[in-house]
């Protein structure tokens, strides 16, 4: 029996969504991890009636708050490979069996 290349990783074995990692990169964060505070914009603190400042109590004066989509961890999970970055098709072996 003939060992033929894997159609889908074409030889490399890799997980062709996330190019081996298990992982992308977060698009909505860029990897970093947090997003600018929806409920002051990034400026963390807000003028209260008096014109004294107030914290922003959302990102509690940071600015930032974790990213949503992320939860904060800057990368988001490979289903396609299950997060272990080996090409689903042929388990990582670059040949189909
Ligand atoms: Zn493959
Ligand atoms: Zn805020
Ligand atoms: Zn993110
Ligand atoms: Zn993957």
Redesign the pocket.
């Given at each position: 029996m003939s060992e033929t290349v894997c159609t889908k990783c074409e030889g490399t074995g890799m997980?062709?969504?996330?190019?081996?990692?298990?992982?992308f990169i977060c698009g909505s964060c860029e990897g970093d991890g947090v997003e600018t505070c929806p409920t002051c914009g990034g400026v963390a603190h807000f003028e209260g009636e008096e014109g004294n400042l107030m914290q922003c109590y959302d990102c509690g004066g940071e600015g930032t708050v974790p990213c949503r989509d992320c939860e904060g961890t800057g990368t988001l999970y490979?289903?396609?490979?299950?997060?272990?970055?080996?090409c689903?098709m042929c388990d990582g072996n670059g040949v189909m069996s």
């Open positions: 997980c062709q969504s996330c190019n081996g990692h298990g992982y490979c289903e396609q490979c299950d997060g272990t970055g080996r689903n």
